[in-house]
């Protein structure tokens, strides 16, 4: 068992060295050998764990991938208690931003790897099947939300998902690379909240 916990560690040791490594030298530019340097371990240890750069990649992605859905999980787990479905749903889409280092590093690795999706088979699967995850709670909740009576009646809670999440990644994107007042932390934060109002209070269009 314990043989076992210490191949894992090495494992995420390695995972978390990738994703340091491509952060600040980007994907095209990053070499198992820069990754065993990263990890402070020699390349034959990382080679034993990943014989080619595409499986240390893709068990990069899935590392990177699970550090957002634990973050997503600890919103309905941790010692804040939810006050709302609406609070719940912020909270879990906030924790999407890049507005800590953490995440900060995180988008941009997932920038760096996002065009390989079109070519990777195994890189696509893994990012729809989280992004499909994803989807699945939003629309749970938007769901319990109308059940709740907190949002309106005949709210298309698919379609609802889908627009909330393209509009989390593009404030994403913004307060990465555009910068400024406009997409500052607070600027991207208080824009979650007016477009989560605005989605969940509107009236129902004629």
């Keep these: 068992m314990a043989r076992t916990a210490d191949h894992e560690e090495r494992r995420r040791q390695v995972a978390e060295a990738l994703l340091r490594t491509v952060g600040r030298r980007g994907l095209a530019r990053t070499t198992l050998a820069d990754v065993a340097e990263e990890a402070g371990v020699s390349i034959g240890l990382v080679q034993s764990y990943f014989r080619t750069k595409s499986q240390l990649l893709r068990f990069g992605v899935d590392h990177l991938y699970k550090q957002a859905e634990a973050r997503l999980r600890a919103v309905s787990e941790g010692p804040e208690p939810v006050r709302s479905v609406r609070d719940w749903l ?13 995440r900060h590093r995180e988008i941009t690795v997932w920038l760096e790897y996002l065009p390989a999706t079109k070519t990777d088979p195994e890189m696509a699967r893994l990012h729809k099947d989280t992004t499909d995850q994803l989807l699945g709670a939003l629309v749970q ?19 609802e998902a889908a627009g909330l999440v393209a509009f989390v990644d593009g404030l994403s994107i913004h307060h990465l690379v555009t910068g400024g007042d406009d997409f500052s932390r607070d600027a991207v934060r208080a824009a979650l909240h007016t477009y989560l109002d605005r989605l969940l209070l509107a009236p129902e269009s004629p």
Excluded: H, I, K
């Design 90 to 102: 912020f909270r879990a889409t906030e924790t999407l931003l890049p507005l800590d280092d953490q």
């Design 141 to 159: 909740a938007l769901d319990e939300g109308v059940r709740l009576g907190e949002f309106r009646l005949g709210l298309d809670s698919r379609t």
